[in-house]
Each structure stands twice: as C-alpha cells, then as structure tokens.
C-alpha cells in the first residue's frame, strides 16, 4: 500500500469503532436503563446482557482500533450489529427504528469489509505478520 494511502484502514477502523466505544460507555455509565430497555424488549437476564454488550462494544472497539485479531473482532462485531437490528431495532414502520436498523446494517457491512480485507498495514496484526515472517526467514 502507497504511503498516501496506509492511514486509510486505520483511520476506517477507528470511525467504525467510534460509535461501539460511545456506546458501550454509554451503558457503562447507566446499566439500570439498558437492562430496562433490553426487559422490555422481552428478553431474559438484562444484566448480563448488559455485561455482554459492554464487553463487545468496548473491548471489540478497542481492539479493532489496534487492529489486534480485526478480522476475528470485525465479525464479531458485525453479528452483534445485525442482532441488535433484528432484536432492538426491529419496528421498521417507526422512522427512528428504521432508521437505526439500516445504521446497523450498514455498520455491518463495513465490518465485514475489514473481515474481508484485513486491518491495514497500521495494525497490531500486520506487525505480528511481519514478525513472523521474518522468524520463519
């Protein structure tokens, strides 16, 4: 990759991730009203669904801004968003969970964009790579 462009998956990868760290801090900050909205929904244990989100949106976000295991995380990632469409945001003849589900999707396509094509040469993964193939040289 040119110089001018290897801050580009980078930059991507931090953008992506942006939106997941926000919200995971987010529910950080008041897990009780998200264990509410997840109880309402109709789903079981809120709180550990909220532990759950959490540990995604936060540890993934972080990860996938290192590029640390990105196509592993960017998948998960992915699933995440597209579950959350179909389970929170699943209303679609109300504009604003219209609205959300489509952001989710396309969150989710992003991602499996970097699952497709990797990190980027600013990665934690490319330096591993590198390190590897020079031990094996």
């Keep these: 990759m040119s110089s001018d462009t290897r801050y580009i998956p980078l930059l991507g990868r931090v953008l992506i991730a942006a939106i997941f760290l926000i919200s995971g801090l987010g529910k950080i900050a008041n897990p009780g009203m998200i264990a509410g909205y997840i109880s309402a929904m109709g789903l079981p244990l809120p709180y550990v669904g909220v532990a759950i989100a ?73 330096i591993r790579q590198s390190r590897k193939t020079i031990a094996t040289a």
């Design 54 to 126: 959490i540990i995604v949106e936060v540890a993934g976000s972080l990860l996938l801004i290192a590029g640390y295991q990105t196509r592993l995380v960017a998948l998960v990632l992915a699933a995440f968003s597209i579950a959350t469409a179909v389970l929170f945001h699943g209303a679609l003849g109300d504009q604003n969970q219209f609205i959300h589900f489509f952001k989710n999707i396309a969150m989710a396509g992003g991602l499996l964009q970097v699952v497709a094509f990797g990190a980027g040469s600013l990665s934690v993964d490319a």
